[in-house]
C-alpha cells in the first residue's frame, strides 16, 4: 500500500511515489574498479586493462512527492533533459584513456536547473505545510516556471566519484561565520549540484564550478554547449566535508550519503 502524506513540491495530500536519486534515466558508474579506472584516466594513469564490474548499491529512494510531481513534473517534462548532460559525460568518461581539460556539454540551462531543483525537494521529509528557507521560493521555480530566486546560485561541477550525497537546508560558512548561506546538496557521478542562498557576506565560489543560475537566465531552456571543466576536479566530499575556515550546520533535515560499499548512512554536522 502506497504511504499516505503530503506532497514535497505540490503540498497534495494522498499517496505518495517513489523518487530515486539519481533518476532512473541517468547513466551512472558500472562499479568500484570503473570508478577507479575514471580517476586514473583523469590523472593520466590508466593502463588499460579491462575493467571487472561489480554491483553498486542503488543510490537513494525516498517516498515524498505525489504521481502527478514525479511522473508528470519531472518525469515528463525535465528529467529527459535532466540525463542529457549526465549520460554524455559517463559516455566520455568510459571511452577515453585520457581525458582532455575541458569537454563540450550541450544541454538546456532551465530544465536541468528545475529538474535538480525539483528532485532536491523530494528529498526533503518537511512538506511544503512546514516550509524551510528558501524552498518555497524553490517551488515557485519548480511548479510555475517562475524565476529562479535572484540571490540563490545553482552550482554545477563534475563528480568523478561513486558517492552519492544528498543534504537539504543546511548552513554553509566560511571564514569564522564571517560569510554563511542556506544549501541544498545533491551529488551523484558524474555531476555535483549545490544551491547556495547567501544570507550573510560573500560567498566564495571554487573555480571548479559552472553557475548553472546564470546559464538558465541567459539561455532560458535553449541549448547551449559549454565548455564543461574535468581535469581540475573538487574533492570528493566537497562542501560536506569542511576545511580550512569552512563550516556546515545541520537542521532538521538529516543528509544521506551512499556509497557502493558502505550502503547509506546519516551525514552528520
Known sequence: MAKQGECAICGAIGPLTRDHVPPSSVATLRGHQESKRILHALRGLDDGKPVRKTILQ??????????????????????????RP?????????SRVHLPSFFPLVFRPESVLRA???????????PPSVPAPDSVAM????????PFPEHGLALMWFHPFNRTVLWMNFIHSQGFMENLGGAFLMKFFPLGFLL???????????????????????????DITERFRLRTILRSDWPEGPSGLEANFGGNTPGVVVTPRAGHYVLKA
Not at 549520460?87 to 568518461?93: G, S
Request: with cysteine; glycine share 8%; aromatic share 4%.
Open 86 to 94: 549526465t549520460n554524455q559525460l559517463v559516455a566520455a568518461v568510459r
Open 196 to 222: 547556495l542562498f547567501p544570507k550573510k557576506g560573500t560567498l566564495e565560489i571554487p573555480p571548479q564550478v559552472t553557475r548553472l543560475d546564470l546559464l538558465a537566465a541567459a539561455h532560458g531552456d535553449t
Open 116 to 126: 535538480a531543483v525539483g528532485h532536491i525537494l523530494a528529498m526533503n521529509n518537511q
Open 58 to 83: 542503488s543510490g537513494n529512494i525516498t517516498e515524498t512527492i505525489c504521481q502527478s510531481c514525479n511522473n508528470n513534473l519531472l518525469g515528463g517534462r525535465v528529467d529527459a533533459e535532466f540525463a
Open 139 to 146: 517551488r515557485e521555480f519548480v511548479l510555475r516556471r517562475a
